[in-house]
DNA sequence: AGAAAAAATGTAAACGTTTACATTCATACG
DNA sequence: CGTATGAATGTAAACGTTTACATTTTTTCT
């Protein structure tokens, strides 16, 4: 038999408004009448029905994660930290995601319309433009992550991208002198990978290397294009003497198609990463990369979600905020590492 | 201004149970009336109250998913088609991880007993007996995925493990006619590694090998351990002419490994995988490995608990099945690829 | 002790649906 | 044309909470 509050408030001989009460912060109620309406809700193994609890709050309690399409391991990572901050503040995680049979924006426009979440999760690095208008409309809270351009109206937080690539490109220049960079892009149209070479493109400037076209190759953040781009950088007349790749999915691929084509990293050539994936530590030589903190990305997200909806703080401005990187030095650099 | 069902009623001149009606399957009303209302529904873009809906049917529409607290890449794929057939037929997910704050038996414990989600998926090969208790006392259903044992009273789909394992070590075998094969086995206590190491042993013994336990190393499923296992085994007196490392994380180990000691692969020793990961086809040589039908094994989940939770089927006998595994040749066992 | 103030509790109305049952309306039949 | 029948619609009671407001109980003060 299922018990509610009635059971509950009837055992204790009060009414079910004092239960009510008692279990939620308690204002107001007698410290005696509490304890023994807890100890009642104890022994029955009273659980509030948290369905009619949003109805009647007007709030559900849960936020709603849109998963993109194709998304790399490090998301995993992304979704469990949001569900530990979520589960610290009593709330939970409905995930909602695009595929073949609705797009991404599709995806984001049920989800806020579906009542069924208080505030939305965002990571798509390919936003369109029309995803802002859509948010802007929408009374449903939502911040953006790892979104391109700034938007004086919505929660944003993101990943230094610029800096990371920055650094990356000043490490080969200063510590190890390459003057020869080579980049193999992410995909066009991708907030990451074009924040990533415009930091590749400032740190050739600021070092007064010219850009060469014959060094930047296009891929899309996967092992395949990796493999691509370092075999057509490999196969130039002169060849780089440093490769950053725009991510360590290609960076992957870059260490494949050199042992395919016999070349040895770092003498051969250098390479470098982003985004430092579980894989990176291993690889031989460890991969130099650039650290994205995933984790607290999640953590964040979900609190400024959270302050956003609860705090009454609805109207008050836009949070933007950019995480730090950290680059992680490994061999494929040049640099000893053991 | 929040329109509800009480708004299209009136704007339709009918009452809201005729609304109701129009809406949900439409038994009974007046193919004009219903065409009328529908009409007024898309111009108020009216979007029944999923929260209200719930509490007066008794039934969120929402299946839980348990996250364990590490989980590999894999199952982000798994959540994918989790999530793409439980809209296909109207459903969401809520998900709920285990983390530092809770482990996986309190997570499934509270998210079974939440109210939130009318029924929950487990995916867990290191599950303890009790749990198969807990479960059972409950009145929520749950599916387990890639556990041990069978229970007779739980729906239960798993990956064909053994005969995977089996098929990989016939392979060497009976194809390459290695004799020495050595396992670099999962965590102890994890199903997948015991029925893993389980088809080994059946392969090795009905083409009558005799077991070798200097050729059997413990491993728990990371690439460390795969580098660990490889290391001790090529370092012993008699080498392994092949070694199946029991998940592909490790066999990337296995091939770190044999960077860093200078051996040849398959030439100085085969190798084989398990999962059949993203990575591994970029692998040189591509690694020979089992594929594991992660979204089939996603999709029949929800299909099977849908089942148990909507067709009245809550007392049926439990479904069990395994699903079956495919053999991928790669290079690294010795076959010829391209 | 009695009045006023404060604290504790109770009553009942939300929250937005679905659905059993009651009622009205249309149709066909004698 | 009235009536029986079935189809279409309406009414109101769930579903299980929270919470504004009313009421009762306790405390404090003179």
């Not at 920055?166 to 991708?190: Q, S």
């Not at 960076?251 to 070349?263: D, R, S, T, W």
């Amino acid at each position: 038999m299922k018990i509610d509050i009635h059971k509950v408030a009837l055992k204790a001989g009060v009414s079910i408004a004092t239960v009510s009460r008692a279990l939620n912060g308690g204002e107001l109620v007698k410290p005696k009448t509490k304890e023994k309406i807890l100890k009642i809700v104890e022994e029955l193994n009273y659980i509030p029905n948290p369905i009619a609890r949003s109805l009647s709050k007007q709030s559900t309690e849960t936020i709603g994660v849109v998963l993109p399409d194709l998304v790399g391991e490090f998301f995993m990572d992304f979704i469990h930290s949001i569900d530990e901050e979520a589960y610290k503040n009593n709330w939970h995680v409905l995930i909602s995601s695009s595929h073949s049979q609705r797009n991404i924006i599709e995806t984001l426009i049920e989800l806020m319309g579906s009542g069924r979440v208080d505030g939305v999760i965002l990571m798509a690095p390919q936003m369109q433009n029309e995803v802002s208008e859509i948010i802007q409309k929408s009374k449903t809270p939502v911040i953006l992550v790892n979104t391109c351009g700034e938007f004086s109206k919505i929660d944003q937080i993101k990943v230094d991208n610029y800096k990371g690539a920055y650094e990356v490109v000043e490490h080969f220049i200063k510590v190890h002198n390459y003057k020869r960079i080579g980049i193999i892009n992410g995909p066009k149209g991708n907030c990451d990978a074009e924040e990533r070479f415009s930091g590749y493109l400032s740190a050739l400037k600021k070092y007064k290397i010219a850009k060469d076209s014959s060094l930047i190759i296009n891929g899309n953040f996967d092992v395949e294009s990796g493999v691509i781009g370092f075999t057509t950088l490999m196969n130039q007349e002169i060849r780089p003497e440093a490769i950053f790749a725009a991510n360590d999915m290609m960076a992957v691929g870059a260490y494949e198609a050199a042992k395919e084509l016999g070349f040895k990293i770092p003498n051969d050539v250098a390479i470098a990463g982003f985004d430092d994936i579980y894989l990176s530590q291993f690889l031989l030589p460890r991969l130099t990369t650039i650290h994205v903190p995933i984790t607290e990305l999640g953590i964040k997200a979900v609190k400024f979600l959270l302050n956003r909806i609860t705090k009454k703080k609805r109207n008050s401005e836009a949070h933007f905020e950019v995480l730090p990187i950290e680059l992680v030095i490994g061999g494929s650099c040049g640099c000893r590492y053991s």
